[in-house]
């Protein structure tokens, strides 16, 4: 049936215009007056949501779903799982692992066309902390589940019961990238020494991974360019003095790629061994 009204958008443009006009008789700028408004200076366009597709869910590990073997291939500890994560963590099979920088990816996922999902199929959020390995002895549809090309997820056993019961074992989902919803600014735990540093880079949010990573003296003007170590660690090959503190520029690896700079990610007297946290992040 056709509207009552049949042009709704063109009369409220009407209106609008109408409207910017007394502004302008009245000697108001109206040509800021209308614009979108900007995103302040050094504020990053906000990761969005994907596309759902289908992958594949199952549970490993200690029933508590915190411990150090869920962050093992990314490189998070139990005391990280427990207080970034708590039990909402998956390892991640290859082709969303890829090599390291899906660690700290977020997802989406639920249950569907399996009789062992939960009623009304609720969804759940979770990060990807460790790897699930391939098992090429056996077919990737009879227990080589996170054996290329499948997308699947090895949950954390308080997750995966939020989609099924437990009988199931293996359920198909749908899954989605989501942004990351991190408090607080990014997080840096420092190993290594003064002239071989190694950054744990952890509380990651928006797309929640890391493609590049540079760090430069407080003060100073030149980045020195970090290598990728493996899973969320890169590592810097430079005598740094630690009585200076440290800016932090990283780059995500999701495209379209985004890049901040952490002015005070570390500061002076830092000391390997102890975690830092700057005060911004991609939000």
Known sequence: MASANPAPAIFLAALAGAAAAQLAAAGFATDLYWKDPQPAPGAVTPYKTSDWQDGSATFYGASSGIGDDFGGACGYTSNDILSLFSTNTAALSTPLFVTGNGCGQCYELRCVKSPWCNPGSPSVVLTGTNLCPPNWDLPNDNGGWCTPPRHHFDMAPPSFLKLAQRVAGIVPVQYRRVPCQRTGGVRFCLHGNHYWLLLYVMNVGGAGDVSSLSVKRSGGSAWIQAA???????????????????????TTYSSPQQTIVVDDAIPPWWTTGLCYQGSNNFY
């Open 228 to 250: 990728h170590n493996w899973g969320i660690t890169y590592q810097v090959f430079a005598a740094l003095d630690n009585s200076v503190g440290l800016s932090v520029k990283l």
